[in-house]
């Protein structure tokens, strides 16, 4: 079992900053691949970012390439989600993912081993 806690959300105006974090606790964080997903009530979940258990491998959703950055830190057992030049189209609730085995599966099918709770991000115009 894995335990996932975002953090980090909040209230930024258009053209700022955010870095949300994610952090894991149960079993052993570094095996797993990490994602980011975004939803808008009403609409089904998007993906946002994901990265492998290494940390080498990175992919991100086209709308956000050039903006967002994930990463992780494996001896802190946290991913991350650098969110920069948000526009108010990026105002979602977002979720960590954890992935054992298949990480191009969990990004296409949308779904994963394990998920956070969310934490609500609102960019404003």
């Known amino acids: 079992q894995v335990h996932l806690v975002e953090s980090g959300g909040g209230l930024v105006q258009a053209g700022g900053s955010l870095r949300l974090s994610c952090a894991a606790s149960?079993?052993?964080?570094?095996?797993?691949?990490m994602g980011w997903f975004r939803q808008v009530p009403g609409k089904e979940r998007e993906f946002v970012a994901a990265?492998?258990?290494?940390?080498?491998?990175?992919y991100y959703e086209d709308s956000v390439k050039g903006r967002f950055t994930i990463s992780r830190d494996n001896p802190k057992s946290t991913a991350y989600l650098q969110m920069n030049s948000l526009k108010p189209e990026d105002t979602a609730v977002y979720y960590c993912?954890?992935?054992?085995?298949?990480?191009?599966?969990?990004?296409?099918?949308?779904?994963?081993?394990?998920w956070g709770q969310g934490t609500q991000v609102t960019v404003s115009s």
């Open positions: 993912a954890a992935q054992l085995v298949g990480l191009a599966d969990m990004i296409r099918t949308r779904t994963a081993d394990y």
């Open positions: 990265i492998n258990a290494n940390g080498v491998n990175t």
């Open positions: 149960g079993r052993t964080f570094s095996i797993y691949g």
